[in-house]
């Protein structure tokens, strides 16, 4: 068994084909169903033993689920109320890997548990951790205490951010001078957070694809039938089939899983599902007070919630409500209301309106079905369930539960039984594997000094515009660099380049307007979107993929009628 180090990714596609217009062939020894975050992390890891596989999604790459995160690479500090130690300690060492895989994207995050009491919720924690009702809305002094000493603990392998602390008394008021002056402690740890989760999945992909030149990867390209234990795709777009055959089907259908077993004529009950939503607010006050950190803090109603700095806004979740059906889940007014209050819980000075939020957005926790359980106490953990293929002994694999945070465990651990049961061992270990802009990534000042410099010379631009590229690809940006001229910026947007959209646009799978927009970029996340950004992306957009007019306008509606979904204050025509 081997690591696979910064070298291993170099693409063998021709000279100016982009590795995601592979064609689809007819036989696969693996099939994965849904390019969520499970689908991405699994379809590298078989790419990387040498596995030819197929990927594909009914929608965009981490346009479901994957996409509505809290955007936190955490340990699961909550998780120990519930007593899953098993998860926390796999959640630790996974984000501490995270943090020096991808570099580029997880960073590290001083989190704050604000405490108003010393005994509080002693006992209903005890209840909790015994999976027994119980509303949790006090985490005292001696609770926050034990469980900070045990998160350090699971965190201690490849540690890689300082251990806890604890703030009182007057330097607690120097350093938040806004929160709530009942809180009379502060709990003060670390976690991770991603800043551009899509990007970091579609480099999954992307680095799957470079590892193994006959893995394929196809958006906008469900299943909608198997025949005699055959898959029948296909492509949205061109409205052309595919009928493909596997040795394994791997179903990473998140909280669809049940639907898309139900196309493959499979009759499965696998999934529950609990909705999240989160707002980005624009509050420079609120931004202020936060310090650079995050609460994390319990709300009256026994929830957790959080707020943390997000691309100049503030990021504020979740709520957890459970939904029948995935396609109806939507961020609804009362979800937003209630979490614009709850804000006042932890800041009682500040007060947010809704003209204050930028962007909402949501989604499906693809959790284990639990019927009759609290919501908060579901299980976060994964497994995988095994069914058959109508028409043949193929045996079809469900991906069930799962976070951000332990992606690569739960790819490893379905890759293994992926591995053995084509009787095949694994070759590559891919624990130290960096992802994407993430390999050769700068260690300290000097040699970012010279990344910079290095980008500019190539880029002829000045070290400013050079770090945003940086700071936006890693690594990466050597490529955007070779591949594009400084060019003009499109109207409304002066960080992107137009020559930038373009190439991401031919490169990188685009096939509808919104997945520029909300996906490979940050454009639609940091509150930046508005109808000049859209209509003067549509037309770069257009001439990169050759679109005509009656397509470009088309996509223009759709992405304007998208982003209002999204609380975006724009004009559908």
């Known amino acids: 068994m081997r690591d696979e180090d910064s070298s291993a990714c170099a693409t063998t596609d021709t000279a100016g084909a982009s590795p995601f217009a592979r064609p689809i062939r007819q036989h696969y020894p693996v099939v994965i169903l849904g390019a969520g975050i499970n689908g991405c992390g699994l379809f590298r890891d078989l790419c990387a033993q040498g596995v030819d596989c197929l990927l594909v999604d009914r929608s965009d790459y981490c346009s479901g689920a994957s996409a509505a995160?809290?955007?936190?690479?955490h340990g699961g500090i909550k998780y120990l109320e519930t007593g899953e130690f098993r998860l926390v300690k796999e959640s630790a060492l996974e984000r501490n890997l995270l943090l020096c895989n991808a570099p580029h994207y997880v960073k590290p995050l001083e989190a704050v548990l604000p405490i108003r009491s010393t005994w509080g919720g002693l006992w209903a924690s005890a209840l909790r951790f015994l999976r027994l009702p119980s509303t949790l809305n006090d985490r005292g002094a001696i609770i926050t205490r034990i469980g900070l000493t045990l998160y350090d603990l699971y965190g201690r392998h490849f540690q890689t951010m300082p251990s806890h602390r604890f703030?009182?008394?007057d330097t607690l008021r120097r350093e938040m001078p806004e929160v709530d002056p009942a809180v009379t402690f502060a709990g003060i740890y670390h976690e991770g957070r991603v800043t551009h989760a899509e990007r970091l999945a579609l480099e999954l992909v992307r680095d799957g694809l470079a590892l193994n030149p006959a893995g394929t990867a196809r958006n906008y390209t469900p299943v909608v039938a198997s025949e005699g234990g055959a898959?029948?795709?296909q492509e949205e777009v061109t409205g052309r089939f595919h009928r493909v055959t596997a040795d394994i089907v791997v179903n990473a259908g998140g909280a669809?899983?049940?639907?898309?077993n139900a196309a493959l004529g499979i009759d499965s009950r696998h999934m529950g599902g609990n909705k999240g939503a989160h707002l980005v607010v624009r509050h420079p006050r609120l931004l202020e007070a936060l310090q650079g950190r995050m609460i994390y803090f319990g709300t009256h109603d026994g929830r957790v919630n959080l707020l943390y700095p997000f691309m100049g806004n503030v990021l504020i979740g979740s709520t957890d409500i459970p939904v029948d059906d995935p396609d109806k889940a939507i961020c609804d007014?009362?979800?937003?209301?209630?979490?614009?209050?709850?804000?006042?819980q932890i800041f009682p000075?500040?007060?947010?309106?809704?003209?204050?939020?930028?962007?909402?957005?949501?989604?499906?926790?693809?959790?284990p079905r639990a019927d009759g359980l609290d919501p908060g106490v579901v299980s976060r953990d994964h497994h995988i369930a095994e069914d058959r293929l109508p028409g043949s002994g193929v045996p079809v694999l469900s991906l069930i539960g799962g976070k951000w945070t332990t992606f690569r465990g739960f790819s490893e651990q379905a890759a293994d039984r992926i591995l053995k049961l084509l009787g095949k061992s694994r070759g590559?270990?891919?624990?130290?594997?960096?992802?994407?802009?993430g390999r050769d990534y700068p260690v300290d000042a000097d040699q970012r000094r010279c990344f910079l410099a290095e980008l500019s010379r190539m880029r002829g631009t000045d070290l400013r515009r050079s770090a945003i590229l940086f700071e936006r690809y890693g690594t990466y940006a050597r490529t955007i660099a070779s591949e594009t001229d400084?060019?003009?910026?499109?109207?409304?947007?002066?960080?992107?380049?137009?020559?930038?959209?373009?190439?991401?646009?031919?490169s990188e799978s685009v096939v509808r307007l919104s997945d520029l927009l909300f996906r490979r970029t940050d454009i639609a996340l940091s509150g930046k979107l508005s109808d000049e950004v859209v209509e003067t992306t549509a037309q770069i957009a257009a001439e990169a993929l050759g679109w005509n007019s009656d397509r470009t306008q088309s996509e223009i509606i759709e992405t304007k009628r998208l982003a209002r979904l999204h609380s975006v204050d724009i004009a559908v025509t």
């Not at 590559?428 to 802009?437: K, P």
């Open 69 to 73: 995160p809290s955007r936190l690479i």
């Open 167 to 169: 703030l009182r008394g």
């Open 231 to 233: 898959l029948l795709l």
């Open 256 to 260: 669809w899983i049940d639907k898309v």
């Open 333 to 344: 007014a009362d979800e937003t209301q209630y979490l614009l209050d709850v804000v006042s």
């Open 349 to 367: 000075g500040i007060r947010l309106a809704e003209n204050d939020v930028v962007f909402t957005y949501w989604g499906v926790r693809p959790l």
């Open 428 to 437: 590559t270990d891919t624990r130290n594997m960096r992802i994407g802009g």
């Open 486 to 506: 400084n060019g003009e910026a499109p109207n409304g947007l002066p960080d992107y380049g137009q020559e930038e959209l373009a190439f991401l646009c031919r």
